[in-house]
């Protein structure tokens, strides 16, 4: 089985551009975890492409793109010659949405949700109503021009489709016009910041990991800087979560991520991440076991297995 791994930050997404540095790091982590435990599975061999300028993945077969390449043209090459294809991309401006697009009218599989949930993870005001919709605790999020008068700071303002921490801030009062295009605000909930990683497929939801995300509020604005993976026992509350975000997002496919707070009341969802996330990088170690050994569509019969219960977790650190 051939899987080509597209990871677009590392990939050649910024070939002509300076690399974004803040996401490089996790790019990397994230693309040569997943193409190790790939490549550990019998008769699986990964292809992928790295920007000429950052080193090649240790393991899979990696194709340099340099100033001139067209990187798209060769992803969709790729991705007609491979039997999966597996996406990573931020969501903002549709990155994300768009490769998905992409590559399903090439390839025979491609490992990600449906293309309505992309586009619904892709707007942190979207999630959150629809997370609300069918009950499950996520923070409120506003236009800046629409909140609540009873609302009372501090806000945390971000960018609708934003990835990660970037241009995330923290405001003590309401914000002020004129307002950024594509800008949300959020109440600033106290608690721990904190992470589910998801297994997603049939309609069925099983958390792996809960974990603990190392984000330090810091002049103004949040600075992530890794993840404790299996930081937390997936209690009954956590494993409910799960299931109901699940339940409210049935288009949730592969290994995904939901943000949250662990507040003194119970797990408040902060988004909803449709891809791999930084916490994959530990999941395997945490977990004692190669968790794509339950991905279906790397399984050759595609037959979804049911998840042994797994003993708990190890905390393992991922530091950028």
Same mark, same amino acid.
């Given at each position: ?41 019998p ?13 090649a ?20 090459l790729?991705?007609e010659?491979?039997? %999966?294809?597996? @996406?990573?991309?931020?969501? =903002?401006?549709?990155? &994300?949405e $768009? +490769?998905?697009?992409?590559? !399903? ?21 979207r ?8 009950g ?31 241009g ?15 800008? %949300?605000?959020? @109440?600033?909930?106290?608690? =721990?910041?904190?992470? &589910?990683? $998801? +297994?997603?497929?049939?309609? !069925? ?92 569509? $790397? ?22």
């Amino acid at each position: 089985m051939l899987v080509f791994v597209c990871e677009t930050v590392t990939g050649g997404d910024h070939l002509g551009s300076e690399l974004p540095a803040s996401l490089i790091a996790e790019g990397m982590l994230m693309r040569d975890t997943l193409i190790g435990d790939l490549e550990d599975l019998p008769g699986v061999r990964v292809v992928t492409t790295h920007d000429a300028r950052l080193p090649a993945p240790a393991r899979g077969t990696s194709t340099a793109l340099r100033l001139g390449d067209d990187a798209p043209s060769v992803w969709n090459l790729m991705a007609e010659q491979a039997d %999966v294809v597996w @996406p990573i991309a931020p969501e =903002t401006d549709g990155r &994300l949405e $768009l +490769l998905a697009e992409a590559f !399903r009218a090439r390839a025979r599989r491609v490992l990600l949700p449906d293309q309505p949930t992309l586009a619904l993870c892709a707007s942190k005001w979207r999630t959150a109503a629809a997370l609300s919709a069918a009950g499950v605790p996520a923070i409120p999020t506003w236009w800046p021009d629409a909140i609540p008068e009873s609302a009372a700071g501090p806000f945390v303002v971000k960018p609708d489709d934003g990835a990660g921490a970037s241009g995330v801030r923290i405001l003590d009062g309401r914000p002020t016009p004129p307002f950024p295009p594509g800008l %949300v605000a959020q @109440p600033l909930v106290e608690g =721990t910041p904190a992470s &589910l990683t $998801l +297994l997603c497929q049939s309609g !069925r939801t099983y958390v792996l990991a809960a974990n603990r995300q190392h984000v330090e509020p810091r002049d103004g604005a949040f600075h992530f800087s890794g993840v404790t993976v299996g930081a937390f026992p997936v209690d009954a509350m956590l494993a409910d979560l799960g299931a109901r975000i699940g339940a409210a997002l049935p288009g949730l496919h592969g290994i995904v991520g939901a943000d949250y707070i662990a507040t003194p009341a119970g797990p408040v969802v902060v988004e909803v991440n449709p891809r791999l996330t930084t916490a994959y990088a530990g999941l395997r170690r945490a977990l004692g076991v190669n968790p794509l050994a339950f991905v279906a569509e $790397l399984i050759r019969d595609g037959e979804v297995p049911e998840i042994p219960r797994l003993p708990p977790a190890i905390p393992v650190e991922v530091l950028l």
